[in-house]
């Protein structure tokens, strides 16, 4: 089996003029004030990864909370590049890129929202079957909201709660999260990693 390059390319981009594949609720964003805290100490370090439509349309692929947080800084006063580096996928079409965009990219850091996901596909008509998707191997929020209407004193929780356990572990590197995640995988758990 052949391993595919799919960049295209790097170049400097308007980032202002890239455009949102997903909906902006599509993820549960926990980690945008620390990425907004490391973009001011750091500066801009990660490429955002971008798809070309066949109408010349650049759609963000992993990016999209970096480009809200650039959009909110410079509303800010910070002074912010009208270009940056951007990374071209060689996607084919919108049901890959949306692929690329869930199984990719949506990994280790913000998990997705699965209601919101199920509104984003059926407003775009894809499913999750036509890209070849199972619904466990995406990085989905496991937490639920429960409306602050649905709770009362008397009621009982336990047909809404999911019967999950989260253990969360801090690791001093990243060397020692890969050796306990892989053990881990050896004991054959189900485990993701969050980046924090």
Not at 14 to 43: A, F, M, R, V
Not at 52 to 65: L, R
Request: glycine fraction near 2%.
């Amino acid at each position: 089996m052949k391993i595919k390059d799919l960049i295209l390319k790097t170049e400097k981009v308007n980032w202002q003029e890239l455009e949102d594949l997903q909906p902006i609720n599509l993820k549960n964003n926990y980690h945008s004030e620390k990425t907004k805290q490391s973009i001011i100490k750091n500066g801009f370090a990660r490429a955002i990864y971008v798809w070309e439509d066949s109408k010349g349309s650049k759609k963000i692929i992993d990016g999209h909370c970096r480009k809200d947080l650039l959009i909110e800084l410079k509303n800010d006063g910070y002074e912010v590049p009208d270009k940056l580096n951007c990374t071209f996928l060689d996607l084919p079409n919108k049901k890959a890129a949306v692929k690329y965009l869930l199984q990719v990219f949506n990994q280790k850091t913000n998990p997705i929202n699965e209601s919101n996901l199920d509104i984003w596909l059926d407003d775009i008509e894809i499913n999750l079957d036509d890209i070849e998707i199972k619904i466990d191997e995406l990085h989905i929020d496991i937490t639920e909201e429960i409306e602050p209407e649905e709770i009362k004193e008397d009621k009982d929780l336990s047909d809404t709660l999911k019967s999950k356990y989260i253990l969360e572990i801090e690791c001093e590197s990243e060397a020692e999260q890969e050796i306990l995640y892989n053990r881990f995988l050896q004991e054959k758990l189900k485990v993701k990693i969050l980046s924090l």
